[in-house]
C-alpha cells in the first residue's frame, strides 16, 4: 500500500461528506466488526449498506473504514470487516474499484501472501479468515474478472506466484507444502532407521530367545509331562464318541447349562454344584462323557488351591473307572467345594449339618437301585478333568538342576526377552512393517508368553520353602514383618487401659451393623459369641462399657439437639438418628472425657516425668509432681469429630462454549477448571442473566444446614434463621445465586435451596437497574487475545526485562567494573609510588 | 532546429496546457487545417492525453513467459515495435508489440488480446545469464543486436536473429547496470556501472573495456546514462550520494558534480551531495537539458546540466526505493512529460513539469522493478516480482469496451431486421458486454425496503 496512508485518506473524505452520518458509519462498522462471532449481525449490516447506498463517495469512505478494521491485529476483526467487504464487494462497483486497487494490501491482511506479515492471533478465526478470503476471492474472480483486470492479475498471482490452489480451497501455500513434505521426510528416515535397526536386532537375538524358549519348554516337558501323554487313546475316543466340550469359556457355559438340566433331573445334587461349576468356568474344563448310554456322567470336580490340593489327577482316573463307588464321594467333595465360599475353616457346625441332612436325602433316593447292583438311570456323573493348572511341584534334589534352570530361563523370558519382544512389535506395528516380520515377532511373542503363563501355573516350591513349611504350616507369611509403630507402647497405663479395651470392641460392634446375618445359622451359634447378648449383659453400672454409656447419652440427646452450635450439630444428628436406623450408623469409639463423664474434675492427665539432672546417678531426690496445665486437660477432655457430610452426586454441567461449538460436559461442583465458576447458562452455553458470572451453587455448610433443617422440624427455629444471615443480611441476591438453575438442581436432588426467593429478589433488582453493563459486555465479546499471550514466560520476562529492574541489574555491574578499575588503578597508583 | 522546437513547444506548452479539456480534437484539427494549429502540437497534445488516468488494460495483455521477477524492459528505438524483458532467473524473451492476438489461455475471459511472444532465451539455456538479469538494451541503431548485463557479473552482446552471445564481457563485481548512447555516431561505447566504483566504457568494436571513468569514490555504480543530446557527455550515480556528469574524451576527471543543498546544509560534517541516499536512477528529460536523479532518500531532483543547478520544484515524495538500481522512464513525445516511477507495488506518476499530486497506479502484486513508456502505442508496460509484464492505457481500454459493445449491437439489429422486415421492428435489445455489465452496481432490493422504514 504505497502512498496510502488510511487515517490521513479518512481524514480526506471526511471533509466532504456529511459528518453526522460518517460518524454513524464508524460506528455501525465498530459494532459489526467487534462482535466477535463468526458471521455478521444481519439488521447492522443493512444499516450499514444503506449509508454506503447513499452515494460513491460513502462507498469509498466506507472502504477505508474497513481497512482500518482490517488493519487491526485481532483475526476476529478482520475476519468481520473482511465479510462485510465481500458483501459490499457484490454489491457497489466503486466499493469493487477501489478494493480491486487496493486488493494487494487487502490479500496481504487476509491471506498471508507476505511471509513476514503472518495474521494475528486467535488462531481458528485467522484460519476462517484466510480459507474465506481465498474462497471469496474465487468468487469474485467467476464473477467479476472480465470488468477488473486487476483482479484477474491477483488470481493468477496467487495462482502462479504463491501456489494458492484455489480448486482445493483448503489452500497450503507452497512454503507450507514444503515444510510439511520436509517433515514427512524426516519422519520416514526415522522411521526406517528405527525399523532397521530392530529387524537387525531381531536377527541377532532371536536365536537366543528360541533356544532360551526351547529350553524352558524341554524343562517343563521333563517335570509335568503333559496329560494328554497318559490318555491319549481313550481321550480321542471319547472325543469322536461325544461332543466333548473343551476350550473357550463361552462353550463351557452352554455345556454347563445342559449339565444344570441334568442334574436337576437327577435331583441328587443341589444347587451348589452347579454354581460351583459356573465359578470356576474359568478354567479351562475337559468334561468326559464317559458312559453317554446311560446318561451317566461322573462329576468330579478338583478345586485346587487351599482346600483341594490333596486330589491329585490320579484320583480321577480312578473314579472313572468305578464310577458308582465314586458317587458318593464325589458329591461329598462337591458338597465341600461348594460350601466352601461360605463357610471360612472349621468352625462351621451349621454346614456340617447341612451336609449331613443333604446325605441322607441322597442315600434314601439311591439306596433302592444301588441295593440291586443297577445303575441309576438318572443319575449323571460327570468328569472334569481339571487343564494341568496350577501345579505344584517339589523341588528335590532329582529335579533341581532342572527345576534351576527352568527359572533361569523364565526369569530371562519374563524379564527381558518378553519387555523386548513386545518394544519390537510396538516399533513394527508404528512403522509399518512388513507383515511377514511382524508375524514373526507377533509368533514370537505368543510362544513366550505360553511359557510365562506355564511357568506362573506351574507353582514350585523350593527345598527350603518346603522345609519351613514342615514346620509352620499356618500361613504365616501371610503377615509382613512390619516396622515398630511409632508412639507404640507396650504397656499402658492404667487409666488409658479402659480406652484401649473398648477399642478393641468398638469394630465388633461395627461388624454387628454391617454384617447381616443369617438368623438360622445364628440359632447354633454360642451364646458367647453372640455381641448382641454380650451388650446387653454387660454391667451398666461400669461406666466404661458401651452400654453405659450409651445409657448416659440416650436422655441427654433432646437437650444437646438444642443447644448445638453449627459445629456440634453432627453430634446430635447421628444420636438422634441412632433410634431409627441403628444399623446404618457408625460408632465411634469414644474416650476419656466419657469415661469420666460423671466426675469430669478428676480426669488425670498423663503426666511426663522429666528428668531435670542428665547425670547417670546425681538425681534430685525427688522429682517435683508437675501439675497438669489446662491445655493438657483440655487435650484430653475434648474429642474430635470428623464429619464429612454426605456425598451429594453433581448433577450439573459446566456447559460454557468450547472452540468447537460444543458445550462443556465437565460436571464439577463449584468450578470447572477450564471455564472458571459454574453459572447458570442457556442453550447457547452463554451465561444467563447479567449477574458476574460467579457462582457458587452449593456451598457444603449450607447444605448441611438446610439438611439438619429438614430433619428436626421441631428444633430447628435457632437453626433455621442461621443460615439466612450467614448468606447474607441484607435483601439482596447474592451474586452466585440464580434462580434458575436453583430450581434445576432442586429438582434433581431435592433440596430446598430457596430459588422461589432468589428469584423474587432477582426480579427486583432487574426493576432496580437498568444499565450500566454495556461497557464489560462489549469487550468480552472478542476473544482476549491477550490472554493467550499471558503466558508465565512472558509474565518472567516482564518482570526480568523491565526497564527498571534492567537498570538496576545494569547500575550493579557498572558499578562493579567501575571498582575493578578504580582499584586496578589505585593498585597501579600504589605500585609506582614504590 | 532543436532549439527552435523547444522554443515552439514550450510556447504552445504556455498557451494550451491541457489540449484535451480546452480544445476538442475536432477543433483542434478546424484549426490546423486553417494553419493555425501545427500538426506536431497536436499530436504532442494527443500523446500527452493518452499518458494521464492509465489503468490497467482490459485487453491488452503481454504473453507470460518468465518464471521469475522482471527486472528489466526495453524497446526497440528503431521500430518502436519489440519488447525485450530481462529476468531475474536469467532468461529473457522479445515481444511484438504490433502483433495482437486473441488470447488462447484466457482463462474464459473475452476479448482479451496479447502481444505475442517473438523468441526467448529461457534461463536453462546454454548462452543465458546464470544469475538475475539486471539491464537489458537493444542496440540504438539496430534490431540485430541486444546487450544485458547482470548479477553474474557478465556483459552480454547478443545476436538477435540467431539467439546466441556474441560477445561476453567479464566483470570483477556484480553489474548494475550498462547503457548504450542513442544518439552516438562517433563511437559505440557501452558504459558500465559495477559493483566497483570505477565506470568502465566497453568499446565493441574493440572488443574490451578500453576507458575506465575514476570518479566515484567507494562502492558501487548504481546507474549510468548516457546524454540525448551531446553523444559524449554521460551521467553516473553510484551509491556514495553522488551524481556526476562525464565527458568521456577528458579523462582527467568528471565534468561536473551535481551538488545543490548548499543552504540547507545541517552541520560540518555532511558534504554536500546529490542525494542524502545513494543514486539510484538518472533519466535525462526529452530535451537533454535536464537530469532527473533518483535516490534512497526518497527524493527525486532534477538539475540543469549546463549550470549544475537544481530545479527548485518540490516532486512528490516517493517510497519504497530500495538499494537497487530504478528503471523509472520519463516520457519523450508530449506536450506535458509525465515520470513513471516503480515504487513498491505500485508505479507513482506525476507531470515532470508542474508535479502537482502524483498519481499511483496499483496492478501489480509484489514490487514493480521497471517500466517504460511505448508511445507509439500509448501504453505503459512494466514488470514486476510477480513474474508478469502489464500493459496500462489511458482508463483501461474502456472506450474500445464501448466500440466493441456498440459494434454488437449494430450487428444484431441489422440481422434483426433482416430477419423479420415484415414484423414491426423490436426496440433492439443491447446487450451489454460482460465487461461492462459487471461493474454496475447491484443493490438489492431487499435493502430498499430497509431504506423505507
Known sequence: ?834 | MREQNKTMSSGIYSKAGNPSKRLSIAKCLTLQSSGLMKPLVIQRSLTTYFMQALELSLHKDVQAVHSGAVNDLDIDATEHRYLLSGGSDGSLAVHDLQDLRDDEHNNGLLGSKNYKLVCSISAGNRNAHKRSIETVQWYPLDTGIFTSSGTDRVLKIWDANLLKTAEEYEFSGVVHCHDMSTIATKHNFIAVGTDSSVVKLVDPRAGSAIHSLRGHKEGAVRAVQWSNRDEFILATGGIDNFAMLWDVRTAKGCLRKFQGNKGKKKSGYTPDTTHDGSVNGLAFTADGLHLTTIGTDQKLYMWDTWTGKKIQTRFPPLSNIKKRSVKFCLTKGGSENFAFIPTGSSITSFNVWTPGKASHLYGHYNSVNCCVYHEQGNQLISGGNDQRILVWTRCGDRDYDEYLCEKRAAMIEKRTRREEAEVEPLEPQVPLPEAVAQTLDTWSDDDDDEKGT
Open chain 1, 1 to 834: 500500500m504505497d502512498g496510502f496512508n488510511i487515517e490521513k485518506e479518512i481524514k480526506n473524505a471526511g471533509e466532504t461528506l456529511n459528518k453526522e452520518t460518517l460518524k454513524l458509519m464508524d460506528k455501525c462498522l465498530y459494532e459489526l466488526t467487534t462482535t466477535g462471532s463468526p458471521s455478521l449481525d444481519d439488521t447492522l449490516m443493512k444499516k450499514f449498506k444503506r449509508f454506503c447506498r447513499q452515494s460513491d463517495d460513502y462507498v469509498r469512505y466506507a472502504f477505508l473504514l474497513i481497512m482500518r478494521q482490517l488493519n487491526k491485529k485481532h483475526s476476529e476483526i478482520r475476519l468481520s470487516a473482511f465479510q462485510v467487504a465481500d458483501e459490499l464487494f457484490n454489491r457497489s462497483h466503486a466499493f469493487r474499484e477501489t478494493m480491486v486497487n487496493h486488493l494487494q494490501a487487502v490479500l496481504a491482511l487476509t491471506t498471508e501472501t507476505e511471509t513476514e506479515r503472518p495474521l494475528p492471533p486467535p488462531k481458528s478465526a485467522a484460519k476462517k479468515l484466510k480459507t474465506d478470503a481465498l474462497h471469496a476471492l474465487q468468487l469474485w474472480h467467476d464473477k467479476y474478472g472480465q470488468g477488473y483486470k486487476k483482479l484477474v492479475v491477483g488470481y493468477n498471482y496467487l495462482k502462479n506466484c504463491k501456489h494458492v490452489d484455489f480448486n482445493d480451497i483448503r489452500t497450503q501455500n507452497q512454503a507450507e507444502r514444503q515444510r510439511i513434505e520436509n517433515e514427512e521426510k524426516r519422519k520416514e528416515k526415522i522411521r526406517t532407521d528405527k525399523l532397521a535397526k530392530v529387524l537387525k536386532d531381531i536377527a541377532e537375538l532371536k536365536p537366543e530367545i528360541e533356544n532360551c524358549a526351547r529350553e524352558a519348554e524341554s524343562c517343563l516337558q521333563l517335570l509335568l509331562p503333559t496329560l494328554a501323554d497318559f490318555v491319549i487313546p481313550l481321550w480321542e475316543e471319547s472325543a469322536a464318541a461325544d461332543k466333548t466340550v473343551n476350550g473357550s469359556s463361552n462353550e463351557n457355559t452352554v455345556c454347563e447349562s445342559q449339565e444344570l438340566h441334568l442334574l436337576a433331573d437327577g435331583g441328587t445334587h443341589n444347587q451348589t454344584a452347579a454354581t460351583s461349576v459356573t465359578t470356576d468356568s474359568r478354567e479351562n474344563q475337559q468334561i468326559q462323557d464317559l458312559t453317554p448310554d446311560d446318561r451317566q456322567a461322573v462329576n468330579s470336580e478338583i478345586l485346587n488351591g487351599n482346600k483341594a490340593v490333596h486330589e491329585t489327577s490320579s484320583v480321577d482316573v480312578s473314579v472313572s473307572e468305578d464310577n458308582m463307588k465314586a458317587t458318593p464321594k464325589e458329591n461329598m467333595l462337591e458338597k465341600d467345594t461348594g460350601g466352601s465360599g461360605k463357610h471360612e475353616s472349621s468352625d462351621d457346625s451349621d454346614a456340617d449339618n447341612a451336609t449331613e441332612d443333604e446325605y441322607e436325602d441322597m442315600d434314601a433316593s439311591e439306596d433302592n437301585l444301588f441295593a440291586h447292583g443297577l445303575p441309576n438311570p438318572t443319575f449323571n456323573l460327570v468328569l472334569e478333568l481339571p487343564a494341568p493348572g496350577p501345579v505344584s511341584i517339589q523341588v528335590t534334589t532329582d529335579n533341581r538342576d532342572v527345576v534351576c534352570s527352568l527359572t533361569d530361563a523364565s526369569k530371562l523370558i519374563t524379564n527381558n526377552f518378553l519387555p523386548q519382544v513386545v518394544r519390537w512389535l510396538e516399533i513394527l506395528g508404528k512403522n509399518g512393517a512388513r507383515s511377514e516380520d511382524i508375524k514373526a515377532a507377533i509368533d514370537l511373542k505368543r510362544n513366550l508368553e505360553d511359557i510365562k503363563m506355564k511357568c506362573m501355573d506351574l507353582k514350585l516350591i523350593s527345598m527350603e520353602q518346603k522345609k519351613l513349611q514342615q514346620a509352620d504350616i499356618s500361613d504365616d507369611d501371610d503377615f509382613e514383618e512390619v516396622p515398630e509403630k511409632e508412639g507404640y507402647e507396650p504397656h499402658i497405663p492404667q487409666h488409658l487401659r479402659a480406652e484401649y479395651a473398648l477399642k478393641e470392641k468398638a469394630p465388633s460392634l461395627l461388624a454387628v451393623g454391617t454384617v447381616p446375618l443369617d438368623k438360622s445359622k445364628l440359632v447354633s451359634v454360642n451364646k458367647h459369641w453372640s455381641l448382641k447378648d454380650r451388650i446387653s449383659t454387660d454391667n451398666v453400672s461400669d461406666p466404661t462399657s458401651l452400654a453405659a454409656a450409651l445409657a448416659k447419652i440416650k436422655p441427654k440427646s433432646s437437650e444437646t439437639a438444642t443447644k448445638t452450635s453449627l459445629g456440634s450439630s453432627s453430634v446430635h444428628t447421628t444420636t438422634n438418628s441412632e433410634g431409627q436406623e441403628s444399623t446404618t450408623v457408625p460408632v465411634v469409639a469414644f474416650g476419656t472425657d466419657l469415661a469420666y463423664w460423671e466426675t469430669p474434675d478428676q480426669i488425670e492427665v498423663p503426666t511426663v516425668v522429666k528428668l531435670d539432672s542428665l547425670h547417670r546417678f546425681w538425681t534430685p531426690s525427688e522429682t517435683e509432681p508437675e501439675t497438669p496445665s489446662q491445655h493438657d486437660i483440655a487435650a484430653v477432655k475434648n474429642r474430635i469429630f470428623y464429619f464429612t457430610g454426605k456425598f451429594e452426586p453433581v448433577k450439573w454441567k459446566c456447559r460454557a462454549m468450547m472452540p468447537n461449538g460444543k458445550l462443556c460436559e465437565r460436571m464439577d461442583r463449584v468450578k470447572c477448571p477450564f471455564h472458571g465458576k459454574i453459572v447458570p447458562r442457556d442453550k447457547t452455553g452463554k451465561p444467563n442473566g447479567e449477574q458476574h458470572p460467579s457462582t457458587s451453587i452449593v456451598i457444603p455448610g449450607d447444605k448441611t444446614s438446610k439438611r439438619s433443617k429438614e430433619q428436626h422440624p421441631s428444633t430447628s427455629v435457632v437453626d433455621d434463621i442461621k443460615p439466612e444471615k450467614l448468606e447474607g443480611n441484607d435483601e439482596e441476591l447474592p451474586p452466585w445465586q440464580d434462580p434458575e438453575l436453583q430450581r434445576e438442581i432442586e429438582l434433581a436432588t431435592g433440596h430446598d435451596l430457596g430459588s422461589a426467593r432468589s428469584q423474587k429478589l432477582l426480579d427486583k433488582k432487574v426493576k432496580g437497574k437498568g444499565k450500566g453493563k454495556g461497557k464489560g459486555k462489549k469487550k468480552s465479546k472478542l476473544t482476549n487475545i491477550e490472554a493467550i499471550k499471558n503466558t508465565s514466560r512472558k509474565r518472567l520476562e516482564n518482570r526480568i526485562f523491565n526497564k527498571g529492574s534492567m537498570k538496576r541489574v545494569c547500575s550493579t555491574l557498572d558499578s562493579a567494573d567501575y571498582r575493578r578499575v578504580r582499584d586496578k588503578f589505585a593498585y597501579q597508583f600504589h605500585y609506582s609510588l614504590q
